[in-house]
């Protein structure tokens, strides 16, 4: 689904310069402490009256430990029906909830979730992705897929799966760069792995799947899923691209303690707004990060106060590895990241803005940096039969694969103000930091994310090692 570059910001890579923003916050989680106690329980009342020790059918209850809400509680509440929501679960289970059932229900909940019922991409929207920024990012993930399509022996057939496709922009772009190939264009299988209605009304119009320019064989041959197991599987080789979607997966937050890891959880105040509590005893997510510790080497993880794992991608990982081991293929992912233990970099865009995560749920994108080891080390645990390759950086990718060629070609016939666009979004993608030739207004100057997205690829071992990571 997913993913983005701040707009007239810096791009969404330099999330981690804004967490300033929510330092005095988290400070405080450091003093919460919850404790299942602090609710009222109903206590064992021994004050019922057994009936046959009375005439009468009357029984007598003790109604003094019973929960009594809040005064003013009949008012109508301004909360919107997410807020409700995260607040109902909270208060059904007596207790907090993590971060990343916060996070995952913030994004994809079915009635309100961030992604399901909104175009959030482009400058009217939250964020900007790469494929939305220039063409030549779809096309040069599609010499990717074509080359490692060569590789494989050239089957005649093959699936293509995008996990979080946006707008389809990428796809769209990738199948026509690759229309003149008709022998890799006729293999495709295209699965399209989207959660959002949505969005898959955007996707099916990105892909015009009767247009000419996207070859009528492969146009019959797209599909819509909601998650990858869903794909065909078999002795159908897979390439699968993950642009700009691990970051989306929710994180788990654990913070140390003097009694050690603890994990963050949110919870509701007696005035009803959001706040970060400490579990008191170890949850189920322990054991992942248990195992990100065990990844990581010792001096990594003492020099950290705080370590987001994230369950979902390490379980992901090794679904995919799994099933490039047995059927062949790869996979492409592509994201802002650490090539290390992530600390604590959950952040929130709205309007291309970041605010606090648990500022108004639902109206804001969350996201995580993508812990490119944790995925290494999951998909080689997974399979024997894989190898895993980078990451390298975006520029590094997008330059081995011929982009400078591309751009250079396509400024051959093009407008000054599309040559103007071209050399924005190419200094986007692959450049770092402010770009040099920008005279426009400062606000907008284009920031480059070409060392602050990183790629990485998992393929079948008999394969090779795949373009461009020799």
Known sequence: MLRKLLFRQAPRAYRFLSTQSTLPLLSKCSVFSYCSSSRPEIPHSNSIEHLEDQPTNTISIDRSGLYSPPEHSHEPSSDSELVKHLKGIIKFRGGPISVAEYM???????????????????????????????QMFGEMVGVWAMCLWEQMGQPKRVNLVELGPGR????ADLLRGASKFKNFTE???????????????????????????IPVKVSKHIGWNTCIVACNTGTVPTIIIAHEFYDALPVHQ??????????????????????????????AATLYLMKRCKWAVPKEVEKLNQIEVCPKAIDLTSTLAKRIGVDGGGALIIDYGLNGVVSDSLQAIRKHKFVNILDNPGSADLSAYVDFASIKHSAEEASDDVSVHGPITQSQFL?????????????QNCTDEQAEALRTGYWRLVGD?????????????????????????IVNKKQGIPIPFQ
Request: hydrophobic share 35%; glycine share 10%.
């Open 104 to 134: 995952e229900e913030v994004l994809t909940n079915p009635k309100a979730g961030f992604y399901i019922n909104r175009d959030v991409f482009g400058a009217e929207g939250d964020f900007i992705t790469s494929p939305e920024v220039s």
């Open 168 to 171: 389809g922009t990428l796809m």
């Open 187 to 213: 293999s495709l299988q295209i699965h399209m792995v989207e959660c959002s209605p949505a969005l898959q009304k955007l996707q099916h119009q990105s892909l015009k799947c009767m247009d000419e320019e």
């Open 254 to 283: 654990f913070q140390r303690g003097s009694r050690g890891w603890c994990e963050k959880m949110i919870d509701v105040t007696e005035d009803s707004s959001f706040r970060f509590v400490l579990s008191p005893q170890p949850t």
């Open 399 to 411: 330059g081995s694969l011929g982009i400078n060629f591309r751009v250079e070609a396509l400024l």
């Open 433 to 457: 930091g402010e770009a040099p030739f920008w005279e426009g207004p400062e606000e907008q100057v284009p920031i480059g994310m070409g060392t602050r997205y990183m790629a990485m690829a």
